[in-house]
């Protein structure tokens, strides 16, 4: 995992990190359950996600280190008391469409999959560790990224099949006209997943965009 990899790097022990689209926060429960010194506050727009979040992490006995507070991120962490950590994680929502009206709305990332992405890009994190759908406008992402100072450290990546969201047919024709614009990739029937450590830190060694855009199946 990218946080305990980088450990000496990122000052997430000392300051813990934020959370952007907790979910059911049974993933990142699981982390917390095993790295003893990781506290994550994290934040979802969906009451029953929160309240299937609550329930997972008490379930998980890291209630003390995980907390999920109903609400939108970017307000949240604005108006949160203390300094913001320097760390944010997120599995954000990426479903691309024209519109909202889709299967899941809260998985909605905008036209092209990465609007909360590029909004956490801007949201003052010197560290972000995010996942990159290959069909969600990773090229627009990473070239937003540099242009905000960050670097790509490190990456896990793998390889997903369609699930029931991003196979409506709305979604569908959206990925294709993604694809056929060159800002993704996607295969008939799967896509690639990359978790990504961005960093603005220039003392975080490894520059790995080239590594990253093959590993989506980007070759430009
Ligand atoms: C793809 S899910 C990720 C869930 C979980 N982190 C996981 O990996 O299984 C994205 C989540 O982001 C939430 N979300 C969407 N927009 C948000 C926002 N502006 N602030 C906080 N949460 C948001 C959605 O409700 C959804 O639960």
Redesign the pocket.
């Known amino acids: 995992m990218l946080l305990q990899q980088y450990r000496d790097h990122l000052p997430w022990r000392a300051e813990g990190v934020v959370e952007?689209?907790?979910?059911?926060a049974?993933?990142?429960a699981d982390v917390v359950r095993t790295v003893p010194e990781l506290r994550v506050h994290g934040?979802?727009?969906?009451p029953a996600?929160v309240d299937r979040a609550r329930q997972n992490i008490a379930e998980r006995g890291v209630g003390d280190r995980y907390t999920v507070e109903l609400?939108?991120?970017?307000d949240q962490a604005d108006s949160a008391a203390g300094p913001r950590p320097s760390t944010a994680i997120s599995?954000?929502?990426?479903i691309p469409a024209p519109s909202r009206d889709i299967l899941m709305p809260?998985?909605w990332g905008g036209e092209f999959g990465n609007d909360?992405t590029l909004q956490l890009l801007k949201a003052g994190h010197r560290h972000v560790i995010v996942a990159l759908p290959s069909y969600a406008d990773p090229v627009t992402t990473l070239a937003t990224a540099r242009d905000a100072g960050y670097r790509v450290v490190n990456f896990l990546a793998m390889g997903l099949d369609f699930g029931q969201y991003s196979s409506e047919p709305v979604v569908r024709r959206q990925i294709e006209r993604i694809c056929a614009e060159g800002r993704g990739w996607a295969g008939p029937d799967e896509y690639m997943v990359a978790v990504a450590l961005l960093t603005q830190d220039p003392d975080v060694p490894g520059d790995r965009e080239p590594q990253l855009m093959r590993a989506l199946q980007l070759h430009g």
């Open positions: 952007l689209g907790s979910g059911d049974s993933a990142i934040y979802d727009i969906s996600s609400g939108d991120f970017f599995n954000p929502p990426y809260e998985l909360l």
